[in-house]
């Protein structure tokens, strides 16, 4: 992702997770008159991405959906985290006080070899 945000390239996952927690969260978090809070931390050397996203729904939590089985078995939606889980090397989703959630997610950039 040369010329981007970040100092140097990155794996193709990163936009990747960043876009699908920040839709999940207009789409599965919002509260009205409430919004989304998403930060993003570079590590030290720049190999390690994590990725927060906040929003007001507590009781809205993020799973993984099943895998649908049988021929044409194609939805419309739903494959998003399993993206998240394939990308990232760790995701998660922890309460934020007083009524939120945080869904994090960790990248790193593979060793030169």
Partial sequence: MPGGLLPRPRGVGDPVVVAELAANAVLHGRVP????????TLGPGADRLRVEVTDARRDLWPWPAPAEDGPGALPLGGRGLALVTALADHWDCVPHPPGGKTVRAVLTTPADG
């Fill in 33 to 40: 008159g409430r919004c989304f809070r998403l930060t993003l």
